[in-house]
């Protein structure tokens, strides 16, 4: 049957199922999201006393930070309402979820009142994280088990893009399998099968691994800073590292899942690595959970002078005491390399208490997955990707173990006292020396069970740029252009934190030449944790301070000219931008044919922040599009007002749907792919779609109509006011002034329609007058040395 699914039922309105609808609602989904009728209400007819709990749990999580929904609209697609007044309205739904609290007998009664209500058919799953799938199938109709299984969503279900699948004997394949693409293409996660083992997958390998830290803190006199600071972005993981994630997820429900594991997996050789150390029931006696108590590892408080302070437990004296900065010398060796691999390899040769730490951790994460296979997963690339979208993992476990080399790292682990299990050693025996390999742009796994590499499903659908070196077209010291197949070239750069100069210019240009020559089009892309933080402002801090200003010239007129090739280009050229995409980044998205931008795409002109105006056709293409979009039935400096004050305020888009409200995307042009991981391909078939269609190469235009005087007068006043109230700087007004008089046109006496080279040029000689300032200069090198812009 083609299953679709245009309204689901979530059925409990905690932090979680609030959350989840939130998601869902995002994910264009129509939501009936339920709860209890408070007990104070349950004799009353007042209907919003009746679902005040539902809505004061959506109220509240709709003032969470971070937001759960990608724009506030998305609201109006929620509908609240209570168990006894509104259970019977599942009817109307494809897709019920049951999230309410971790009790069997209380989930029960949920699902007898979901058998009374559902039709046949429908989906029904359980958000439960600690109560084993099978159980609460157990009693029900044949229909009702056929239809049922786990989808363990991770909070907060919007950046946490693990979902887990957990069948039971009695689900039906074809509900799995739905599932599985429903949970990947239409709500942009990446989903896992699951076994009903205890904790699953991402929990089991995630909760083994703190506890075994844990292990290490007492056997290697580490202090909680220490580990935190071992444990964190530089081994690939986020800046929680491990006490400060166990403070956010809540010490209690790690004692809880920790306990769990330890109770119902006899088999599990590391069982006692589980035991809940002295010092963690101490706290859990003393109600220091972690964030939700206010204290845990870490305590906030106020210094002498009313600052902010953060102090650390010492889990000897049990006593908070000032941050320790960790010192070890292997770690400071480490820390410049930007490459993890690299960084990595480098961590675990060490000499020092530091490096002793990381070949104990890893060996023993090591050997722990390797006896998971095949029970939580028969297939070892799950455990790796259910690590990275459920904690954050830049690189999964298998994936660090092939970093470090898997026949090397084995004889180590058998000498330390760590020992694999039996399945690596027939791999290493049949000639197999790693976990991962490509061949042909595809990228393959060892398959334990078959004893044989097997490709990763949904390679097409899942397009990583580097798995294509093979097919390498062209190359700088930091970019690479790869022919994708079907006729598509693919660039990507590997700068720090993306940022666009010289080589990236360079590689633009040649890519589309490339591609004009024997292709069909040009993706740009990249597969790192940002797409672009924009151009080097290190360069033009540089230019500016030496006063080289031809050159800074010469430099801004090849980023305009560089895109403005992307647009007018013969052939298509197509953005896939994620995370970051500021600045020269958000100009090359506003000049492509396309953009296949990731949900969570965080774009903006940000250059206002540091004394600038957008110089790379930004300006150009914001007065522009206020042009196309003017009214006769409204004022025309409203557009335009509007436009100027995205780029006044610098404003960024918490997600791409956000974007098409603030302008930087296209309605009807570019497009949202919830998937992270399926954007490259969406782009991909973009371009073979825009050039199998007939594409016709632009015009550049001649027709803008700016306002000149008429609007740069209103503009010029509303600056003023922001500058009498103090809202805005000195420096913030002048350069609100250049911005205005460029998206204006100039001082022109009335409307003119104008090319955008005109634009271009005006916009280029604010840009190099605001280099040139003093206080620019000021916010520039604030910018290089801390990170954020001075206010000047």
Request: glycine residues 8%.
């Amino acid at each position: 049957m083609k299953r679709k699914i245009k309204k689901v039922g979530v059925l409990g309105s905690g932090v979680m199922g609030s959350r989840i609808a939130c998601h869902l609602a995002g994910a264009g989904i129509q939501v009936l999201l339920l709860d209890m009728v408070p007990k104070e209400a349950a004799e009353s007819q007042d209907k919003s006393a009746r679902n005040k709990l539902v809505n004061d749990a959506l109220q509240a999580a709709l003032k969470s930070n971070p937001s759960p929904v990608y724009t506030r609209n998305v609201v109006k697609r929620i509908i609240t309402g209570n168990f006894t007044d509104n259970m019977k309205e599942i009817s109307g739904c494809d897709w019920i979820i049951e999230v309410v609290v971790e009790r069997l007998d209380i989930k029960k009664i949920i699902f007898d009142q979901v058998e009374q209500f559902r039709k046949p058919g429908t989906l029904v799953t359980s958000n439960t994280s600690g109560i084993p799938i099978h159980m609460m199938a157990e009693g029900r109709s044949d229909d009702f088990k056929k239809h049922f299984c786990g989808t363990h969503f991770f909070n907060p279900p919007r950046y946490l893009r693990l979902l887990e699948i957990i069948p039971t004997p009695e689900t039906d394949p074809e509900v799995t399998n739905f599932l599985m693409e429903f949970g990947s293409l239409q709500l942009g996660k990446t989903t896992v099968l699951a076994k009903d083992t205890p904790a699953f997958i991402a929990n089991r390998i995630g909760v083994y691994g703190i506890m075994a830290i844990f292990g290490l803190v007492e056997k290697l006199g580490l202090t909680i800073d220490e580990v935190d600071a071992l444990t964190g972005p530089v081994i690939g993981r986020p800046k929680s590292a491990t006490f400060r994630t166990a403070d956010v997820v809540g010490i209690d429900t790690l004692v809880k899942v920790a306990n769990g594991v330890a109770e119902n997996c006899s088999g599990d050789e590391q069982r006692t690595a589980f035991s809940i150390p002295s010092w963690l029931d101490r706290m859990v006696g003393n109600s220091w959970l972690g964030d939700k108590t206010g204290q845990g590892f870490f305590k906030k408080t106020k210094g002498a002078a009313g600052e902010k302070e953060i102090l650390t437990l010492n889990l000897a004296t049990m006593e908070y005491g000032p941050r320790q900065k960790a010192r070890f010398a292997t770690l400071e060796a480490a820390k410049p390399v930007d490459d993890l691999k690299t960084r990595l390899q480098m961590l675990v040769q060490g000499s020092d208490k530091a490096a002793d730490f990381y070949r104990h951790f890893h060996y023993g994460l090591f050997a722990y997955i390797s006896h998971r296979i095949p029970e939580i997963s028969d297939e070892l690339y799950r455990i790796d990707d259910a690590m990275k979208a459920g904690f954050g993992w830049e690189i999964g476990a298998f994936e660090s173990w092939d970093v470090l080399g898997v026949e090397k790292t084995v004889a180590k682990m058998k000498e330390a006292g760590y020992q694999p299990a039996a399945w690596i050693e027939e791999m290493l025996a049949s000639g197999g020396k790693s976990f991962y390999k490509i061949e042909n742009g595809k990228r393959l796994y060892y398959d334990a069970s078959s004893k044989s590499y097997r490709p990763l499903p949904g390679g097409d659908a899942f397009i990583v740029m580097k798995n294509f070196e093979g097919q390498t077209v062209w190359k700088n010291s930091a970019c690479r252009t790869y022919h994708l197949g079907d006729d598509v070239l693919g660039l990507e750069w590997h700068t720090k934190m993306g940022s666009i100069g010289g080589e990236v210019i360079e590689a633009i240009n040649r890519s589309v030449s490339l591609a004009e020559e024997k292709y069909k089009g040009l993706v740009i892309a990249n597969d790192t944790a940002n797409f672009s933080a924009g151009a080097n402002v290190g360069m033009i801090f540089m230019f500016a301070v030496e006063q080289e200003y031809d050159e800074l010239d010469l430099a801004v007129r090849q980023f305009q000219q560089t895109m403005m090739r992307t647009r007018y280009s013969s052939v298509p050229v197509v953005v896939a931008p994620h995370a970051l995409t500021l600045g020269g980044a958000c100009e090359l998205t506003l000049h492509a044919d396309k953009s296949c931008a990731a949900a969570e795409t965080y774009i903006g002109l940000v250059e206002l922040g540091v004394g600038l105006i957008p110089g790379g056709g930004g300006t150009k293409e914001f007065a522009m599009r206020a042009a196309d979009e003017m009214h006769e039935d409204e004022p025309e400096t409203i557009t335009l007002k509007n436009r100027f004050l995205t780029i006044a305020t610098a404003k960024v888009a918490t997600s791409a749907l956000e974007a098409f409200e603030l302008g930087m995307l296209r309605r009807g042009v570019d497009e949202v792919v919830l998937n992270q991981d399926r954007r490259i391909s969406e782009a991909k078939k973009s371009v073979v779609e825009i050039y199998d269609s007939g594409y016709l190469t632009p015009l550049p235009r001649t027709d803008v109509k700016v306002l000149g005087r008429s609007a740069l007068g209103a503009l010029y006043a509303g600056i003023n006011g922001m500058w009498r109230a103090n809202y805005a700087t000195d420096h913030d007004a002048l350069v609100a002034r250049k911005l205005a008089y460029v998206m204006c046109g100039g001082d022109l006496s009335e409307p003119t329609l104008v090319s955008e080279q005109y634009l271009l040029d005006l916009e280029r000689e604010a840009f190099l007058s605001l280099a040139g300032e003093k206080k620019t200069l000021e916010r520039i090198q604030s910018v290089l040395k801390s990170g954020k812009p001075v206010r000047n």
